[in-house]
Nanobody, 117 residues
Framework: QVQLVESGGGLVQPGGSLTLSCSAS????????MGWYRQVPGKGRELVAV???????IYHDTVRGRFSISRDDHQNTAYLQMNNLNPEDTAVYYC???????????WGQGTQVTVSS
């Protein structure tokens, strides 16, 4: 079992920045991926950014160059730095942890990000 606690959401003006944090605890071993998916009402969750324990990362095309994901594996915490935010980034952001070996994944509780003037 892996437990995920995320924080950092809030209200920010267009063009502003925000940083999300996700702290993992429990049975964290082996190859894995940590990152965020986001969801707006009526649509499915879409990948925002994920960084693997091996070091490589993937980004959604709409956030590449604006968002940056990093990991502090000593604390089992991932960070998503979001820059140049626009209203289309408004969504609930869910932290995700997935084992590369077993494909079992876990979700955080979600945090609301609202970009508005």
């Amino acid at each position: 079992q892996v437990q995920l606690v995320e924080s950092g959401g809030g209200l920010v003006q267009p063009g502003g920045s925000l940083t999300l944090s996700c702290s993992a605890s429990g049975s964290i071993t082996g190859l894995n991926a940590m990152g965020w998916y986001r969801q707006v009402p009526g649509k499915g969750r879409e990948l925002v950014a994920v960084r693997f324990s091996a070091g490589n990362a993937i980004y959604h095309d709409t956030v590449r160059g604006r968002f940056s994901i990093s990991r502090d594996d000593h604390q089992n915490t991932a960070y998503l730095q979001m820059n140049n935010l626009n209203p289309e980034d408004t969504a609930v952001y869910y932290c995700n942890f997935r084992s590369v070996i077993t494909s079992i994944e876990y979700w955080g509780q979600g945090t609301q990000v609202t970009v508005s003037s």
